[in-house]
């Protein structure tokens, strides 16, 4: 599946702590790509590579996390070709099918697209500095900030899952 960790550049302490939690998973060192006021980590599948993305900085990027299959093509397929519909406008949103974040910079803007279901986890600080594909990397770069949300850890016990944007950390929320 891969995986992300997307902060505001000038965010080193929540990184620092989400690399941790991508490296106590396993997971090798990230593809570092800096998107003006924001840095990427982009780290590969464990199992059969992977993270893939399209484009050139200067002109725009592409990059999937999870399994994407676009107009029937491959993943690292659907990938370049996905790129190359968003930059021409003509992207066929129907084609699209799996569980999978994608990340688009172009002309200095960030966009992101999950599947529709959100199978594939995305979260956020409501702080706006970072959004990740990692729950435990989103609690490592809460950095000594990550508080228990009570309500939802006793929803997690009665019922055995979550509904909803909350997690069981406070300020910690699934997109």
Not at 66 to 93: F, I, K, M, N, Q
Not at 143 to 148: D, E, T, V
Request: proline share 5%; aromatic share 10%; with cysteine.
């Amino acid at each position: 599946m891969g995986g992300f960790f997307l902060s505001r550049a000038d965010a080193e302490r929540g990184s620092s702590g989400a690399r941790e939690a991508f490296a106590r998973a396993g997971f090798p060192p990230p593809r570092r790509c800096p998107l003006g006021s924001w840095e990427l980590l982009l780290y590969a599948k464990q199992l059969g590579g992977g993270g893939f993305s399209a484009g050139e900085p200067a002109t725009g990027m592409t990059f999937v996390v999870g399994t994407l299959v676009y107009r029937g093509l491959p993943p690292a397929e659907s990938a370049v070709a996905l790129h190359r519909d968003c930059e021409r406008g003509d992207v066929c949103w129907e084609r699209l099918l799996g569980t999978y974040c994608v990340l688009r910079w172009s002309a200095g803007q960030l966009s992101l697209l999950t599947d529709p279901r959100a199978l594939l986890g995305v979260y956020a600080d409501e702080d706006g500095r970072f959004v990740t594909s990692s729950f435990l990397a989103g609690v490592g770069a809460k950095a000594g900030r990550a508080r228990l949300n009570q309500e939802t850890c006793i929803a997690v016990i009665a019922t055995g899952c979550l509904f909803g944007k909350e997690t069981e950390v406070r300020g910690l929320r699934r997109l």
